[in-house]
């Protein structure tokens, strides 16, 4: 696919999670299609990614239990947003566990530099 199609089925599936919930199979168009884009990014591909980032904080934010099995998901499809924010620029993702007596993640702390 080139980029002008990825971006418009990307489109197509961000308008898509906006209205409904967030289901496994769409994490894996996403996750499938944020594979496929090229750096540098179209301007209309950055611009969906971010509002994609924000869906999926919203999402996660209202999860009621953090065992559900769409954080990791959440989660994985946020940092890999956040990887494209500069093409040269390594990200290191640190998993933070919800508290010392789990083995849980749920969040991840981005740092510049590996």
């Keep these: 696919m080139n980029q002008a199609t990825v971006t418009s089925v990307l489109e197509y599936l961000s308008n898509w999670f906006g209205e409904r ?43 009621d239990s953090k065992d559900d099995e769409r954080v990791p998901a959440l989660n994985l499809l946020i940092c890999l947003v956040s990887s494209f924010r500069d093409a040269n620029l390594p990200l290191k993702v640190i998993p933070q566990p919800f ?16």
């Design 21 to 63: 919930d967030f289901t496994p199979e769409l994490g894996r168009w996403l996750y499938a299609l944020l594979a496929c884009l090229e750096k540098p990014l179209l301007p209309e591909a950055h611009s969906l990614i971010r509002q994609l980032a924000r869906r999926c904080s919203e999402v996660r934010l209202l999860v």
């Design 99 to 114: 508290n010392g007596n789990s083995n849980k993640w749920h969040s991840f702390q981005l740092f510049d530099r590996v």
